[in-house]
């Protein structure tokens, strides 16, 4: 049974830093595309970026420069190091994770999901 596990959200000023993390089970992320998603509140949920089994790796526009997606495979784990946050990246984060390991841009493209981990920015 696959399952995701997102911890590392929190409270930070502007300009601070944070690291996300997504912990898998159930199965190895070295053949899985992964990605994180967010939503704040009122809004649909966005894109921020993914990571690619081969170890391509995009950005949403809004974060390019800012946040850097990583993989520890000996933790079977993904990253999210977000610097520079701003207000507006106040949203819950969420992991995703989908077994075709590439070509994974959309949240339709990924099959499994995480809870959630509450990411605050205040001016």
């Known amino acids: 049974q696959v399952q995701l596990v997102e911890s590392g959200g929190g409270s930070v000023q502007a300009g601070g830093s944070l690291r996300l993390s997504c912990t898998a089970f159930g199965y190895s992320i070295s053949n899985y595309c992964m990605g994180w998603f967010r939503q704040a509140p009122g809004k649909g949920r966005e894109g921020v970026g993914f990571n690619s089994s081969d170890g391509s790796t995009g950005y949403a526009d809004s974060v390019k420069g800012r946040f850097t997606i990583s993989r520890d495979y000996a933790k079977n784990r993904l990253y999210l190091q977000m610097e520079s946050l701003k207000p507006e990246d106040t949203a819950m984060y969420y992991c995703?994770?989908?077994?075709?390991?590439?070509?994974?841009?959309?949240?339709?493209?990924?099959?499994?999901w995480g809870q959630g981990t509450q990411v605050t920015v205040s001016s």
């Open positions: 995703a994770a989908d077994p075709r390991g590439s070509y994974c841009y959309t949240a339709g493209d990924f099959s499994y």
